[in-house]
């Protein structure tokens, strides 16, 4: 097996923000601009997708999965609205689902990466 390389680690939670593994990386769980309207915490989400994605010399145009967690499934047109304008029609597969977790958050999308 190739090298693997882990960065953005956060040793508090134990867990490591990107990891390249062979020709992959994988990234956890992307949110940004918490407790604002659910496009500018869209929009973070995809700034923090970017921001590690950078650390290997990629960018959203090399996504090509994405799980994508909602408070609200019905903001998926809003999503959908973010993801046209930045991902320069070389858009990823992706599932939406809507869950619990975030009820009584402020958060209201969360944008894991493989």
């Known amino acids: 097996m190739n090298e ?3 960065l953005d680690i956060n040793k508090d939670c134990a867990y490591s923000g990107i990891i ?3 020709d992959f990386c994988f990234l956890n769980f992307c949110a940004g ?3 604002d309207t659910i496009e500018q915490q869209i929009n973070g ?3 923090e997708m970017e921001k590690r994605l950078l650390m290997f010399g990629l960018t959203l145009e090399n996504v090509i ?3 994508c967690l909602f408070r ?3 903001n998926i047109p809003i999503m959908e609205k973010v993801i046209k304008e930045r991902f320069n029609e070389n858009y990823p ?3 939406s689902i809507q869950t619990e977790v975030m009820k009584n958050k402020p ?3 969360i944008i894991p990466k493989k």
Do not use: L, P
């Open 65 to 67: 999965q994405m799980n």
């Open 45 to 47: 989400a995809f700034d």
């Open 93 to 95: 597969v992706r599932k």
């Open 72 to 74: 609200d499934v019905w």
């Open 4 to 6: 693997i390389i882990r």
């Open 107 to 109: 958060c209201k999308c």
């Open 33 to 35: 601009n918490v407790g």
């Open 20 to 22: 390249k593994a062979g």
